[in-house]
C-alpha cells in the first residue's frame, strides 16, 4: 500500500516536494526482532524537484530508478528481477529532459542508505526515448550499479505505442548480467513485457500481459512465463481498480512443475 504526497510552491509550481509512505507486510516465517526490518511502515519516495524552464527538471533525494517501463505492476520481471520494484528505490540525483520528441533521463544514485552499507547498489543509469511518430515511442535504457557482493548490468528496448482510442500496446526487452565478487559464476539473463491495453467502452478496459525471464540464457536454466488477462474500471473520476489472473508457467529442464494460477487486485485513487 502507498500514500503519495506531491506539495506544489511558485507561481509556476517549479519547485516540487513528493513523500510516498508505504506498508509492507511482515516476511512470511520472518524471526527478526530487529525494528528496522520488523517495521511495516517505510519511506517509499521523499524527493524535491525543480524546473528549469520547461524542458529541464532536476531530482534529489530517495525515488525510483531512472530505467525502462515505469508500470505500476511490481511484480512483474521487469521490476522485480531488474531491481527496480516496489521497494527498491535509491537516494541519489538526476535530471530530466523533455524535448518536443525526445525525452532523456540520467541518474547517479548511492543506493538505499537505510541499507546496510554493503547491500547498498550504487552506481547510475540513463534512459533516452524518441517520439518516432504520433503515438509510437521507442526508447532504450542502460543501468550499472554494485555492492560489496555483486555487480549489475542492465540494458533494455521499450515501445509505447498508442492504437485507435484509448487503446495501447507497452512492451519491454532486456538482458541482466550478474557478476559475483566472491569468485561466484557470472550470468546472463533475460526478461520480457508485452501489455496491451483494449478499451471496451468508456471507463473499462480490457488489459492482457505476457511475461518472460531466464536466469540465464547460455544453459538450460528455468524459464519462467505468465499470461495475465484482467480489467481495468474507473467507476468514478479519480479512481482506478484493476484485477488480474495470473498464470504461472516453468519450464525446468529436469523436472515438471505445475500451473500457478494468482488473482491480483489494485485500487488506485487520485485526489
Known amino acids: 500500500a502507498d500514500i503519495s504526497n506531491v506539495f506544489l510552491f511558485g507561481p509556476r509550481e517549479d519547485l516540487a516536494i513528493v513523500i510516498t509512505v508505504g506498508y509492507v507486510p511482515k516476511p512470511f516465517g520472518s524471526q527478526s526482532t530487529d525494528p528496522a526490518i520488523t517495521s511495516n511502515i517505510i519511506s517509499r519516495e521523499h524527493y524535491v524537484r525543480y524546473s528549469i524552464g520547461r524542458s529541464f527538471k532536476v531530482y534529489g533525494g530517495m525515488m525510483d530508478k531512472v530505467y525502462g517501463l515505469r508500470i505500476p505492476d511490481h511484480n512483474a ?96 526487452l532486456g538482458g541482466i548480467r550478474r557478476e559475483p565478487k566472491n ?59 484493476r484485477a488480474e489472473a495470473v498464470n504461472s508457467r516453468s519450464y525446468d529442464p529436469d523436472t515438471a512443475q505445475k500451473d500457478v494460477w494468482d488473482l491480483l487486485g489494485q485500487i488506485h485513487f487520485y485526489f
Open 77 to 172: 520481471f521487469s521490476r522485480q528481477q531488474t531491481g527496480i520494484a516496489q521497494n527498491d528505490q535509491a537516494h541519489g540525483a538526476a535530471v530530466h529532459y523533455t524535448g518536443d520528441r525526445f525525452e532523456a533521463g540520467v541518474h547517479g544514485f548511492a543506493g538505499n542508505l537505510f541499507q546496510n552499507a554493503d547491500l547498498r547498489q550504487t552506481g547510475g543509469s540513463t534512459m533516452l526515448e524518441w517520439e518516432l511518430a504520433e503515438k509510437f515511442r521507442l526508447g532504450g535504457s542502460v543501468l550499472v550499479s554494485a555492492n560489496k557482493f555483486v555487480g549489475i548490468n542492465m540494458a533494455g528496448l521499450h515501445t509505447r505505442i498508442g492504437v485507435g482510442k484509448g487503446s495501447s500496446i507497452m512492451a519491454e
Open 183 to 241: 569468485g561466484g559464476e557470472a550470468s546472463t539473463g533475460a526478461y520480457g513485457l508485452l501489455q496491451n491495453l483494449l478499451r471496451l467502452t468508456r471507463g473499462v478496459h480490457w488489459l492482457t500481459t505476457m511475461e518472460y525471464y531466464t536466469s540465464d540464457i547460455s544453459k538450460l536454466k528455468t524459464k519462467q512465463m505468465r499470461f495475465a488477462p484482467g480489467i481495468q474500471w474507473f467507476p468514478a473520476q479519480r479512481i482506478e481498480l
